[in-house]
């Protein structure tokens, strides 16, 4: 087909503007200049990436730390470039695990190294335009939960950069431990000081071949701990079990203790010990909560004129009955008290008890004071007594 001169030129022309529109700038200018340098200046912070192991060109902002034994300390330094046109003020420094610390620095042109500020709010380090901040961090794998499985934590910068206010930066590593302990950190509440609290740790080996547990190490005073083979252990795959805890008499409040237990490879080899840590809480035998009823008749029947409060025994396997009570003290002919047992046996004993005192019509007027003596089954605990006190506003 031949075409027209009119036709011919009605069909170059859109070629034309093509070869010709990419010498034009955004603003016309045929350099392409402006294009060119803010395409360099709009990244905001940009993470360097370097040629170490652990570091990935198409992952910038991502470290693989690996696997690592328990117990090791290890170290990675991200570096940051501001590619604004303008000085970016790093504000914050958001780390997602308590195992890692963070510490933020640059070197100026001059090379000096200059690390955060503490005499501003929200102004850690300012960076100028091309300068790098290196954000340095620091991982301790014994704080570090998860054991023998992927590990990914969270590092934020924040910023007051236009097109990154919020930089993330992540990491991943697995800590390798030679024996699994569940529970890692065995908690024992209420350790009453009569008799004191023990609990089972199960330790498993994970290595192949097996390593072994020889022994437990030097023990504080006040605590006891004893490893045995559990009975669903084999040659192939051992378990152990270490019964830990604290003894009585119990000192009242929070206790807590480490202990050690020590290890050997396949070969005999001695191997770094197991820290495990226990802890719980002293309390009394037999626990009175609230240990002070406080009435405030004026606030109205709902909120000031009843006292709900419980009573417990913490001693394995101690059951009792509340066989008696008396309200002895001012406004006692103003005053009701009620005690149930929660789940009783066919004896009426239980290990815990609901008590409530309350105020009967009339009620007491002005402020009172006074003792409710609890009668129980138990020789060792005959009587208990709970102060009450009435406030007049």
Known sequence: MILSPPESRMRLLPLLVLLFLPL????????????????????????????????????????????????ELVHHSFRVRNDEPRPVVIQKIDVGCGCTVARLSKVTSSGEVVGPRSDLPNHLLTLEPGEVAELALRVDTTIIKVKNMDKLFMVRVISDSDLTPYLTLECHLIVRMAFQVFPEQLEL???????????????????????????????????????????????????????????????????????????????????????????GNGVPDVNISPSRFVMRPGLGAESGSVVDGELETFLEGHRF?????????????????????????????????????????????????????????????????????????
């Open 189 to 279: 509440r209420h350790m009453p000081v009569g008799g004191g609290a023990v609990k089972p740790i199960t330790i498993k080996s994970l290595s192949t071949p097996a390593g072994r547990l020889t022994g437990v190490g030097e023990l504080p005073e006040g605590v006891t701990a004893t490893l045995r083979q559990s009975e669903i252990s084999t040659i192939e795959n051992p378990v152990w079990v270490l019964d830990a805890g604290f003894l009585p008499p119990v000192q009242l409040g929070r206790q807590a203790a480490t202990i050690l237990v020590e290890t050997a490879a396949p070969d005999g080899t001695p191997t770094a010990p197991i820290e495990i840590q226990i802890a």
């Open 321 to 393: 009955r509340v066989t008696a009570f008396t309200i002895q003290g001012e406004a006692a002919d103003h005053l009701e008290f009620q005690a149930d047992p929660v789940l009783p046996d066919a004896r009426g004993q239980s290990t815990r008890w609901l008590l409530k005192l309350s105020t009967r019509e009339p009620g007491p007027t002005g402020a009172f004071t006074g003792t409710v003596v609890l009668e129980l089954d138990d020789p060792q605990y005959a009587t208990l007594e709970i102060p009450y006190v009435g406030l007049d506003f």
């Open 24 to 71: 034009l700038g955004c603003d016309g200018d045929p350099t392409g200049e402006s294009t060119a340098v803010a395409s360099v200046r709009a990244e905001g912070l940009t993470v360097l990436v370097g040629d170490s192991a652990g570091e990935d060109p198409e992952r910038p902002g991502y470290f693989d730390f690996g696997t690592v034994d328990h117990g």
